[in-house]
């Protein structure tokens, strides 16, 4: 019996040492797959207890486990949407049929579907990007508008971002008057073009006029073709604290609401964002809303998985936000063909969100996260698990010859 339990153990350590030489060719094998995550084979004793002083041989177990939760490395590439995950999380896909999955593997291209007539960000395995619209909605794959003309956006919010005005600038010998259309001067004026809902442009002016010591004016009009300036109200007047070089009152500034644009109903607001008064050169960074009529040309993806149209005119619209998933415990999904996953009750259900927020790694645009394989790591277990099958190859023989020998002695 002791020598058909060390042939029965030889062959159980022929099945392990096997199982992980399998699971070594699939690592090397995948090494350039993008987002593969490696296979691991560990090992574990089988104890019989036979009792006395008889030695029971037992045999050994192999259980294979995979290293999901491993990121792999991060290389740049040329496509914008190629795309990789920096942290946790899992990008939402689905299959033609709409059977959902969860991938790391985010070499996505622009594909055609003629039946849908629509274009979809699919990756090698054929499964498709998923998200949300900007602005609300369900989630759903992600629809690009390529070769179409993005529809207009009236404007109605007008940012300064920052607006520096400098304490050098001397005050006026006596207060300046109000601002007259006819006569728009001011120490500083910057512009911003706005759209209406058909996508028409008017440029909208700020001037900065100087009233006194730590203390500004902010106007805002338009002016036609014909020369005619026209005020929009939203008149205010920003006082600093010349300790600090910051707004003193109101703190927070604004936001203001100017008045409909000659011929439009659309009203603007004004937000303002980072206002001082330091010794330094006048700064005006005047951003908004809303885009023309334009054709898309390209597209991009922020580090919030934001997905960008760039548009002929040079405004980017934003069209979608990636969905992103986590699991409690990433290492027991269920790897499936295509390098893509499915929970089990191991890996618990996923939890949705965006990337950046609530635990949820970054996204970061023209860039692949590599497989997590180490290619010297893996040659060497397969010099182990060689010998390892050698050896109980050798015990499994000299277990054969001496049941032969055990067997000639009837004879």
Partial sequence: MSI??????????????????????????????????????????????GGGTDYSSGSVMSQTRRNISAQGAIVGTSSATDIAIQGNGFFVVQDPNGGQAYTRAGAFVQRYDANAQATYLVNSAGYRLTGQPVGGGAVETINLPVGKIMEPKATDTISLENLQLPVSQPKPAAAPAAFDPANPTSDYKTSVTVFDAVGTPTVVDVYATKMDDNQWRLDFATTAADGTTTQLGGTTTVTFDSDTGKVDTPNPLGPITLDALPGRTEQIDVKFGN????????????????????????????????????????????????QMAKFKSADQLETMTGNVFRPTKSSGEPQFGFAGENGFGTTQSGALEQSNVDLATELTFMIESQRGYSANSKSFQTGAEMLDVLINLKR
């Fill in 4 to 49: 058909n339990g060390a042939l029965r153990t030889s062959v159980s350590g022929m099945n392990a040492q096997g199982n992980r030489l399998s699971a070594v060719s699939d690592n090397i094998a995948n090494q350039s797959t993008t987002g593969y995550k490696k296979a691991d084979v560990e090992f574990s004793t089988l104890v019989l207890d």
């Fill in 275 to 322: 206002v001082t008064e330091y010794d330094a050169k006048y700064l005006a960074d005047a951003q908004r809303n809303g885009n023309p009529a334009s054709p898309v040309t390209d597209f991009r993806v922020g580090s919030d998985g934001t997905i960008s149209a760039i548009l002929e005119s040079g405004d980017t619209v934003d069209i979608y936000r990636a």
